[in-house]
Structure formats: C-alpha cells, structure tokens
C-alpha cells in the first residue's frame, strides 16, 4: 500500500484530540471530510480505528498501535519543522568562513563580533588558511564563503566575488634603518635591503613579485615567514624591511616606520567570495550583508 501522508495527518489529530471537530478545525477542513478520510484509511487498513458514539471517540486496540507507531514519526516533523523556522529566524545554525590568519584578526574581527552580538546563537567556525587554499576549501564545500584578498588566480567563473575593502601594503621597518626614516627611496632600491616576505604561495607574495616584475625589478627574500604577525615581530627586532597591508598595523605603537618609495605599488581588495550555483545558508547570507552595508 502506498503511504497516504493525508490520510495519516488526519488520523494524527483525530487520535491526538479524540475529536473529529477539533481535527477538522486544526486542519482547516471540514468534519466531513475528516469523517471520510479516516474510513479511507480504515478501508486502506482494513481495520477500525476508532470507537464513535455521540458522546466520545475513542482509539480501538488498532488504532492505539498505529498511533504509537505514527506518534514518534509525527513528532520528529514537528520538530524538523521547529528547527527550520529557528534557522530562518536566524535563532539558530552556524556559518563557515575561511580566510587567512591576518584578514581573520585585523579586518574580520568587528564584523564577527557585531554578527555574534546580532544572533548569538549562531556558531561560528573560521578556518585559517591561506586566501590561495581558501579557494580550494569553497570548492570543496568544506565553507560558506571565503574572504580573500585579491588578486587571486584560482578565482573561477563559477565564483561570485563581491569587493568589500581597498587597501594598500606598506614597506616598513625599525630602528635598525633607521637612515630611510626621512628617504624616499627608488622601488628598485628595495632590494638592496633585507627582505622579510611572505612564503611563495600566498597572494600576497605573488602580488609583490607580479609588481615588481613589471618594472624590471627582481627580488629575493632574506627571510620568509608563514603570517604576517611574524613579519612584523621579526621587523621590529631589526632582521629587515617587511611589506605588510596597512590595516593591520599601527605603526607608531609597534614603534615602526613606513619605508617611503618614489614608485608606488597597485591597491589591493579584500572581497568575500562564494560558489554561484550553491546556496548558502540564511545566516551565511546575513554575514554577507553585515560585511557590505557597514561599507556601502
């Protein structure tokens, strides 16, 4: 026999209620047709489920076995049911967001804690990787939505990628030079000095050496770290002239400079990325537009 949903819907109230007026009246039909849905499942069955008399409805010992077979079924829906609407309300859920360490810290941070502040009952899981495997980890589907920095090859046509941030990378650097304090010194200077940079797969290198290859400049890293945190940790004790973005560092409180060249290097973006053809979650959604209309 096929399963009728209907037929036991109908059955569920009635037995629930013991009355076919308080079953028509939760389902929004007639008694009527209450009444001839439960003698369509009788018949189906070919059992009597229900005791009727003028006074009551009471379940025969079928009936008492299909409802505590049907009960636990009914309220597993009602409770599927409960959780969407808690989804879509955003009262609960989770959002997976994948970017590197220095976007993670010093640019994310706010909109993290504005969205938690919003619907704090959302979890939120970051995982840090590079903004090159970010990719990768989208098209995995093993995250909502990456912020990476552009430019950034592996970005395809089947990603949307919305801009949210222009910034600029600055040359610093400590006490040890302190002779470019007050220079300004050709870009092609640069390599006169030692470089502290990025490993060779991140966006960030390839950016530098993209650049610096289009005005006939080759460099060659002293030093190559995995975060732009040790970069400036490793500056700040004099092992070299660093390129870091400038939102995420205060220069004078770290007691560093900008290192001031007659050249200057292309503005970046930030953007947050997502696959075109999957859809994302509500609060993956609410994220997004948290990042944007702060911006826009």
């Known amino acids: 026999m096929a399963l009728n949903y209907e037929l036991y819907k109908v059955f569920y109230q009635v037995a629930v209620n013991l009355s076919f007026?308080?079953?028509?009246e939760n389902l929004y039909i007639s008694q009527s047709a209450v009444s001839q849905n439960i003698k369509s499942l009788e018949k189906e069955l070919k059992t009597e489920?229900?005791?009727?008399s003028t006074r009551n409805v009471r379940l025969t010992e079928a009936g008492k076995i299909l409802f505590e077979h049907i009960e636990p079924a009914f309220n597993l829906i009602e409770s599927g049911e409960k959780s969407i609407r808690e989804i879509?309300?955003?009262e609960r859920g989770e959002i997976h967001i994948g970017a590197n360490d220095t976007i993670s810290k010093d640019y994310?941070?706010?909109y993290l804690n504005k969205f938690h502040q919003l619907y704090p009952e959302i979890q939120i899981q970051i995982t840090n990787r590079t903004s090159?495997?970010?990719i990768d980890l989208l098209q995995q589907s093993k995250v909502d939505l990456i912020i990476s920095n552009l430019p950034n090859s592996k970005i395809t046509e089947q990603m949307e990628c919305q801009?949210?941030?222009s910034f600029n990378d600055l040359f610093i650097a400590g006490s040890e030079f302190k002779e470019l304090r007050e220079k300004e010194i050709k870009l092609r200077e640069i390599k006169n000095y030692p470089l502290l940079m990025l490993e060779a797969k991140t966006t960030t290198r390839k950016f530098l050496e993209n650049a610096l290859t289009k005005?006939?400049?080759?460099?060659?890293?002293?030093v190559e770290l995995g975060s732009v945190d040790l970069l400036i940790e490793m500056t700040k004790i004099g092992l070299g002239i660093a390129l870091v973005p400038e939102y995420c560092l205060d220069l004078?409180?770290?007691?560093?400079?900008?290192?001031k060249t007659k050249e200057k290097l292309p503005a970046r973006k930030l953007a947050v990325i997502k696959m075109k053809n999957i859809p994302i979650s509500k609060s993956a959604d609410k994220f997004i537009q948290i990042i944007t209309d702060v911006l826009y």
């Not at 489920?49 to 009727?52: D, K, T, V």
């Not at 005005?215 to 002293?222: G, M, S, V, W, Y």
């Not at 004078?252 to 290192?259: D, I, N, P």
């Open 132 to 134: 090159s495997t970010c």
């Open 49 to 52: 489920l229900f005791i009727r």
């Open 21 to 24: 007026s308080e079953a028509a």
């Open 108 to 110: 994310l941070l706010p």
């Open 215 to 222: 005005l006939d400049i080759e460099i060659e890293a002293a």
């Open 163 to 165: 801009e949210i941030f």
């Open 88 to 90: 879509n309300s955003l």
């Open 252 to 259: 004078k409180e770290e007691g560093l400079f900008k290192v």
